[in-house]
């Protein structure tokens, strides 16, 4: 027929083979007739060709340059051909000219291979993996019964897990919703490489701007959703809390598993890396500025918010969430398979491996109270004052936030004191408490009072950040320099 056949083995795999199977309704390109005399010119009904590499382990990942490389060179040796024959070195079609010579095809060794079809208008194609070893022959419509059982159960769990239509969802947003979804679980990846870490906090505006030595850590996995495959192919601590809330109501063992290694990737110190650009593959597609991470820098713990949506749930069913803290190690392996004892059914489960979330959820909140407390100096600090500052800011932008681009004092300032911030903090300190059953009543309303007397604007009514100016009537004279600076509030209404 005209499938392409690869055939291959692995330790892990066994021998297996990979047919790649054209739709009869293909429309492929005439080759005319002058040039079908050309060596590697005529395709003689051939509907899929390839090319077959032999190229360094460390080297993969580099697939699409490589190729590239190649189309080019087989292009450029074409139109040689091509305008010998002819003696005319004018306009010639593209779909001969980068045509792949099914080059080192037959030869074992392989390790990077490149198929290829040229085709007008929609087109379609099945891939098919088999082991070697089986004894059944799957065609096209084996494979279009399957996937339509397939859609048919995609589209009733989808329905159990969300009640789109039961609320009143037309027919065109569910589809939109399912695809989505579709679009999410698509994006799951696993990583694995050395990320560059700086080896001290970066330093702050106002001190000498230089960046500390960056090296890369020890290599380390991870299991995430990426925000974007094709431009932002790695994991994101900020959008990862947004992407589990949707995945957890679909597949919640597997939501856990992706915050289980999420927090397998903390520090002693609780820090998480905002932005997890693991070996060579991830960072040739960050600029050079931004692939450093550096463990003075914060992220919005939105990953909780799964957490804290699985807790309710075990609560709604009449379970409750305890730390045990000898699962810790167990987790900060890698996020390997919990041990329990006896039987243990999927609410157990659920249970089991939230409790060994705790320990994390603890540490993470010292990590912020820690890195990214604010300067209170003056009468908040008389009065016991806990104000927060995003480390990471810039002139326009405060990365770390989440909210990139968020207008914040100008110009920027270590007085700085940040409402989002303060929120989150205190967002951390009721969930933790409630997570671990402790009574932390007393401490939460302290810091929610706090928050009044620092981030209140009675004049505009909301909540604001803080920033320090300088006195309109200082007298540099007689007065020292920190009596000088006041609070000023930076209100900005919506985003």
């Known amino acids: 027929d005209d499938a392409a056949v690869i055939r291959g083995r692995t330790p892990e795999l066994g021998k297996f083979r990979i047919r790649i199977v054209p739709a009869q309704t293909n429309q492929h390109p005439e080759v005319p007739k002058n040039l079908r005399s050309i060596g ?142 579709s679009s999410l679980i698509g994006g799951i990846g696993y990583f694995y490489g050395s990320g560059l870490v700086s080896s001290a906090p970066k330093p702050e505006y106002g001190t000498a701007d230089e960046d500390s030595e960056a090296r890369l850590g020890e290599p380390y996995s991870l299991f995430a959703t990426t925000p974007s495959r094709p431009f932002f192919p790695r994991g994101f601590l900020w959008d990862e809390g947004f992407h589990q809330l949707v995945l957890r109501r679909w597949d919640p063992d597997l939501s856990l598993e992706i915050i289980r290694s999420w927090f397998a990737t903390m520090d002693d110190s609780g820090w998480i890396p905002r932005e997890q650009i693991l070996g060579d593959e991830a960072r040739s597609k960050v600029p050079r500025e931004f692939q450093v991470q550096y463990p003075n820098f914060a992220n919005p713990p939105t990953i909780l918010f799964a957490v804290e949506a699985m807790a309710e749930r075990l609560l709604a069913r009449g379970m409750s969430v305890r730390p045990v803290d000898d699962m810790l190690l167990q987790v900060a392996g890698g996020g390997g398979a919990l041990e329990v004892e006896g039987t243990c059914d999927e609410r157990c489960l659920l249970q089991t491996k939230l409790n060994s979330l705790v320990p994390f959820t603890s540490k993470l909140l010292e990590f912020f109270q820690n890195t990214q407390a604010g300067d209170t100096r003056g009468e908040g600090a008389r009065s016991g004052a806990a104000g927060y500052r995003w480390r990471g800011r810039t002139e326009n932008h405060t990365l770390t936030s989440g909210l990139d681009d968020y207008p914040r004092a100008q110009t920027p300032s270590t007085g ?69 600076m006041e609070r000023v509030f930076v209100c900005h209404r919506g985003y």
Request: charged share 30%; with cysteine; hydrophobic share 35%.
């Open 40 to 181: 590697g010119i005529d395709t003689n009904g051939v509907k899929i060709r390839g090319v077959g590499l032999a190229v360094p382990k460390t080297e993969v990942w580099k697939a699409k340059d490589i190729f590239q490389d190649v189309l080019l060179d087989s292009a450029q040796k074409r139109a040689r051909a091509i305008a010998k024959h002819t003696k005319d070195y004018g306009k010639m079609p593209g779909s001969l000219l980068f045509g792949l010579d099914n080059a080192g095809l037959r030869k074992k060794s392989k390790n990077l291979l490149f198929t290829q079809m040229v085709v007008h208008g929609e087109f379609a194609f099945d891939v098919v993996y088999e082991c070697a070893d089986t004894t059944s022959h799957i065609d096209g419509e084996v494979i279009d019964a399957i996937a339509s059982n397939r859609r048919k159960e995609f589209d009733a769990r989808f329905e159990a897990a969300f009640n789109l239509r039961e609320k009143g969802f037309s027919d065109g947003q569910t589809e939109m919703a399912r695809n989505a979804l």
């Open 416 to 484: 700085e004191l940040h409402v989002d911030l303060y929120s989150w903090v205190t967002y951390m300190m009721r969930l933790n408490s409630e997570l671990s059953s402790t009574d932390d009543s007393g401490e939460l309303e302290s810091h929610l009072a706090m928050l009044d007397k620092l981030h209140w604007n009675e004049q505009e009514n909301m909540y604001c950040d803080v920033t320090v100016s300088t006195r309109d009537d200082y007298d540099e004279l007689e007065e020292d320099e920190e009596a000088a």
